[in-house]
Nanobody
Framework: VQLQASGGGLVQAGDSLRLSCAVS????????MAWFRQAPGQEREFVAA????????WYADSVKGRFTISKDNARNMVYLQMSSLKPEDTAVYYC??????????????????WGQGTLVTVSS
């Protein structure tokens, strides 16, 4: 599985931004697709996840109600719609995928496939 993230940029607090992740290679309904982020000097943290098959989604408490993860199976794309952005959302955002994370969707080390990251900067 290969992942290519895009859509990052510089925005102001309160703005919206949509990240995209192009997915290629062999995927199955058992795959979980996720977004993580990493701010300077901090560990990589879970943002949101979605099953490649079905509609199950999960969110970190810090983004719940502001971010929405979605997918387009026909186009092999995963999206992260971010609204009401805050300066603390500033980070490099990564898309990730794996088939065997199960209930561990929020654990970075369980994902074998990662995109290259896209920088989101939110100014106050």
């Amino acid at each position: 599985v290969q992942l290519q993230a895009s859509g990052g940029g510089l925005v102001q607090a309160g703005d919206s931004l949509r990240l995209s992740c192009a997915v290629s290679g062999r995927t199955s309904g058992e795959h979980t697709m996720a977004w993580f982020r990493q701010a300077p000097g901090q560990e990589r943290e879970f943002v949101a996840a979605i099953r490649w098959s079905g509609d199950r989604v999960w969110y970190a408490d810090s983004v719940k109600g502001r971010f929405t993860i979605s997918k387009d199976n026909a186009r092999n794309m995963v999206y992260l719609q971010m609204s009401s952005l805050k300066p603390e959302d500033t980070a490099v955002y990564y898309c990730a995928a794996d088939r065997y994370v199960g209930s561990g969707y929020g654990v970075p080390r369980l994902y074998d496939y990662w995109g290259q990251g896209t920088l989101v900067t939110v100014s106050s």
